[in-house]
């Protein structure tokens, strides 16, 4: 299950270095994974959404998140996070980073000294295997990169994606789906390209989807996207997409499904509630409680169902925690952060040990 909302390009300078080597990203048993944020994961990716899932029921698993503090530290800004199932956490910047768990600083694993070549991955997120992939869509080669899992050497995956503008930031989602295909979304073609796994060759998905991807969700094989008004699904196997929704809120920041089946999509007023199963134009039901969410992080979702988002507080002075409790449409408040007007906290992620990783511009927050 994944999430991965638009690919956010910065110009902003990180910690450079050279890579390490990433042993525990050689996780060839874990169940299938994702990352939004979400990813993307959104993929990303994708931790309720963008990390470990049932491979029977595609549900989160891990530990329930218990949050009764936030710890500090100072350190660069990711734009997306994806957690594998034992607590390692990636991030993307101007590199690619890790945080191991309960760490208190992230190592680079990948830069152009190990074979990634571009100075701004817009996305970050990992397969059912534990490789993980970034794209490239604001300088240097455009692409996906693949880290295959125990490896510390990136490399570009398939042809057919160089023909589409690669002088723009024009990646907006990528996913991965349980069977490891990858798919990805441009902010310029009205369409979502494929690479099943084993394959070298980027395809176009079926052609009548005809609309500008903003942000991708897939659930077992199952592919969603989200567009101005809209969310369209492609089943497994299918040949043609399904028109899933077509009156929905417009401008979508983040595509997510719960463990439950249930579709999340957060635009810029607030987040809104599909229910698993409902297609109709009058089913997404606003929730409440949030009110500034242009600015929030991705819903993330842990074992027990509940929901969990960093947005503006009453005040928009300071960034909070919210938390869906599962069932629910209202957000509460249920922890002050420190980070402040300043900063922009815009991917969120469950380690799957018990805690919450909030990435912001300059801080990264862990949850206790």
């Given at each position: 299950m994944l999430s991965a909302g638009l690919a956010h390009c910065s110009s902003d300078d990180a910690a450079s270095g050279s890579p390490t080597p990433d042993p525990d990203a050689a996780?060839?048993?874990?169940?299938?994974?994702?990352?939004?944020?979400?990813?993307?994961?959104?993929?990303?990716?994708?931790?309720?959404?963008?990390?470990?899932?049932?491979?029977?029921?595609?549900?989160?698993?891990?530990?329930?998140?218990?949050?009764?503090?936030?710890?500090?530290?100072?350190t660069f800004g990711a734009n997306y996070l994806t957690c594998d199932p034992v607590g390692n956490c990636y991030g993307n910047r101007q590199n690619i980073y890790k945080l191991a768990p309960n760490a208190t600083a992230y190592t680079v694993i990948g830069n152009s000294t190990n074979g990634l070549v571009t100075s701004s991955p817009s996305s970050i997120l990992r397969d059912p295997a534990g490789n993980l992939f970034t794209n490239a869509g604001c300088t240097g080669s455009l692409g996906v990169y693949k880290l295959p899992a125990g490896t510390t050497t990136w490399a570009k995956l398939g042809t057919g994606l160089d023909g589409n503008n690669p002088t723009s930031c024009n990646f907006h989602t990528m996913a991965v789906d349980a069977a490891g295909t990858l798919y990805v979304g441009f902010a310029i073609d009205k369409a979502l390209f494929k690479l099943p796994a084993g394959q070298t060759a980027w395809v176009t998905t079926p052609t009548d989807l005809n609309e500008v991807v903003r942000a991708t969700a897939t659930r077992g094989n199952d592919v969603y996207v989200a567009f101005n008004g809209g969310v369209k699904m492609l089943a497994s196997g299918a040949a043609a997409w399904t028109t899933f929704e077509t009156d929905g809120p417009i401008l979508p920041y983040h595509l997510t499904i719960d463990g439950a089946g249930n579709l999340y999509l957060t635009n810029e007023s607030t987040v809104y509630k599909l229910a698993a199963g409902?297609?109709?134009?009058?089913?997404?039901?606003?929730?409440?409680?949030?009110?500034?969410?242009?600015?929030?992080?991705?819903?993330?979702?842990?074992?027990?169902?509940?929901?969990?988002?960093?947005?503006?507080?009453?005040?928009?002075?300071?960034?909070?925690?919210?938390?869906?409790?599962?069932?629910?449409l209202a957000w509460t408040k249920v922890l002050a952060t420190t980070v402040f007007l300043s900063e922009n906290c815009r991917a969120m992620a469950d380690d799957h040990i018990g805690h919450l990783i909030l990435q912001c511009d300059t801080m990264m927050l862990r949850s206790k």
């Open positions: 996780a060839g048993s874990d169940a299938p994974a994702g990352g939004d944020g979400s990813t993307a994961d959104t993929s990303v990716p994708v931790p309720g959404t963008d990390g470990a899932v049932d491979a029977a029921t595609d549900a989160p698993v891990g530990a329930p998140i218990a949050v009764t503090a936030f710890d500090t530290y100072t409902a297609n109709t134009a009058t089913a997404w039901v606003p929730t409440t409680g949030i009110t500034t969410a242009s600015t929030a992080s991705n819903p993330v979702f842990d074992s027990a169902g509940n929901g969990y988002i960093a947005a503006r507080d009453g005040n928009g002075n300071v960034y909070a925690l919210f938390k869906l409790a599962a069932g629910t």
